[in-house]
């Protein structure tokens, strides 16, 4: 597995923050291995001067009517997003909006995503499926990983 390095200073340039919240979204309980090695390194990489605060969500839940508000929050109160996905899968809706930079229930976008794509090889990919989707908001790093850093973005 291939790492990019994430530069925690890209957070916030003025000032150094205490809290990183971080929500990883997996769609199946094999993913979330490679979702945690992501995470992991992102601690790793952050060291001692950022806190993460860590929400761990599986796709469908986060648009069930009895999780969906609180996975709204988690979401939009997320400065980094982990995704761990099988690209030919259908992406909900509720994260089209990614593609309009903006986040859950139309709020600030996540500042950085990583996403990590099983299957998402395709030259082309279907709309409406997770590859679809990151290939408009992220930067494929190979086949697997895509990186988007909203950094313009408030």
Not at 94 to 113: D, L, N, T, V
Request: charged share 25%.
């Amino acid at each position: 597995m291939h790492f990019t390095r994430f530069n925690p200073e890209s957070l916030t340039p003025a000032k150094a923050v205490e809290k990183v919240n971080v929500v990883i979204l997996y769609d199946r309980l094999a993913d979330i291995s490679k979702a945690s090695a992501t995470y992991l390194q992102l601690t790793h990489d952050l060291g001692d001067d950022y806190s993460p605060d860590f929400h761990l969500w599986r796709v469908d839940l986060t648009v069930e009517a009895g999780f969906c508000d609180e996975a709204e929050r988690d979401l939009a109160d997320a400065d980094v997003v982990i995704v761990a996905v099988n690209g030919h899968e259908k992406c909900p809706t509720e994260y089209q909006r990614w593609k309009a930079g903006a986040g859950h229930e139309g709020g600030r976008a996540p500042h950085a995503i990583f996403a990590l794509v099983e299957g998402g090889d395709e030259a082309e990919p279907a709309p409406g499926t997770w590859s679809g989707l990151l290939h408009h908001v992220a930067t494929p790093i190979n086949s697997e990983i895509f990186v988007s850093e909203l950094s313009g973005q408030a």
